[in-house]
């Protein structure tokens, strides 16, 4: 059973197919080689793990970023607006100064990127989808090491 949150099943995706059409048909169909089709899926799993690791780390890492700054672009001139109008709260507490407002509205700020920008739930196995992607580019190089050894004959 494979096990994913978000589009973590991607990461199976990339790495199935990119391995199945390297080995099996370009390898094994096209080329008809036996001794061509592992050193090829072991190419299919390191493109797959390259796809992988790329777009791993742009949904959890450069995603939650992005969302958090733009959040953040919005949300400041709303609480600045509060704040000169005297209607800023937060936490049921109402500034008694300018600068505690400026201080309240950092605070708030920084709570917001924190959540908003963390590390996103796109895993595969409880694994985030760009760490499943290096250890595919690992396990592709030792395929590809081990087949071509194997073809060979040493």
């Known amino acids: 059973m494979i096990i994913w949150r978000g589009w973590g099943v991607l ?3 990339y790495i199935a ?11 094994a169909g096209a080329l008809q080689s036996s001794a061509a089709a592992g050193p090829l899926a072991g190419l299919g ?3 797959g793990g390259v796809l992988t690791a790329l777009h791993g780390y742009y ?15 919005a949300e400041r001139p709303r609480l600045e607006s509060a704040a000169a109008s005297g209607n800023l709260v937060v936490g ?4 008694s100064s300018r600068a505690e407002a400026d201080q309240m ?7 917001g990127r924190r959540v908003i920008g963390k590390h996103g739930p796109h895993s595969l196995f409880w694994i ?27």
């Open 11 to 13: 990461a199976f995706v």
């Open 17 to 27: 197919v990119l391995a199945m059409l390297l080995g099996g048909a370009l390898g």
């Open 45 to 47: 799993i390191i493109l």
């Open 59 to 73: 949904l959890n890492i450069m995603g939650p970023k992005k969302r958090a700054a733009q959040w953040e672009e």
């Open 92 to 95: 049921n507490v109402q500034p």
């Open 105 to 111: 509205i950092e605070s708030v700020l920084a709570d």
């Open 128 to 154: 985030p989808m760009e760490a499943v992607g290096i250890l595919a580019i690992i396990g592709g190089l030792a395929v590809v090491v081990i087949t071509t050894i194997g073809a060979l004959g040493g």
